[in-house]
């Protein structure tokens, strides 16, 4: 079945670039998804990737994809306070249905 | 506009009780989802509504039901609260047309408390 994994947690400093991982198992999946949960919150959509890309970037976020592994990361350049959050990656698989991975919580210390 | 609101946001029961929490979307999308998010668990499908009038179960649908009562709501129902079912809930939706990414659109959620 469909499985995605990621590290828990994750502290940087403010100013050094974070970079969570992510790993998946569906090879068919469409498009891959990262979103960021603040405290209290919902989560919100932060970026994406098609399938057929090997990377993404927006901004100060960094989308790197190696389908031949399956493994999915984001980087966030100069990390700020207000990047702290849990981030959330998932798959899109059979009949655009999201699997979610169990969410990396990011600490920045000033 | 409001996207998808959810309420209650917080909701203490006794074990045995029975409640309903209630999800509305104003962006027109075609499917609502409901998911439990449990520490270190990610979020978990209960159910989903592909479209208005059908409803199908997701990864852990046992003791809860549903209603897509028509396009905007979706809500789910909890018939005997159990201690387990301490989790906080989302509601989200998303247009599932062929165009699109499949971005899904959370609540704010709902902070679920069974003692």
């Not at chain 1, 998946?24 to 919902?42: I, N, R």
């Not at chain 2, 649908?61 to 005997?80: A, D, I, Q, T």
Request: charged fraction near 20%.
């Amino acid at each position: 079945g469909e499985d995605v994994e990621q590290s828990l947690f994750l502290s940087v400093r403010e100013g050094d670039s974070s970079v969570i991982n992510c790993t998946y198992t569906d090879s068919s999946s469409t498009y891959l998804y990262w979103y960021k949960q603040e405290p209290g919150a919902g989560l919100q959509l932060l970026t994406y990737i098609f399938s057929n890309m090997d990377m993404k970037q927006d901004q100060r976020l960094t989308v790197l994809l190696n389908k031949k592994d399956k493994h999915l990361s984001l980087r966030i350049a100069d990390t700020q306070t207000g990047d702290s959050a849990i981030y959330f990656c998932a798959e899109s698989h059979a009949g655009n249905m999201l699997t979610f991975g169990g969410g990396t919580r990011l600490m920045v210390k000033p | 506009n409001a996207g998808v609101t959810q309420t209650p946001k917080f909701q203490v029961l006794k074990t045995g009780q029975s409640m309903t929490l209630q999800c509305a979307q104003d962006m027109n999308h075609n499917s609502m989802y409901w998911y439990r998010q449990d520490p270190g668990m990610g979020l978990r499908l209960i159910y989903y509504s592909a479209s208005e009038g059908t409803t199908d179960k997701g990864e852990v649908p046992n003791g809860y039901n549903v209603s897509r009562l028509n396009k905007r709501e979706f809500s789910l129902r909890l018939e005997s609260a159990a201690p387990s079912q301490t989790s906080v809930y989302f509601c989200a939706s998303s247009d599932r047309s062929g165009k699109n990414t499949g971005e899904l659109f959370f609540g704010e959620g709902s902070r679920l408390t069974v003692l």
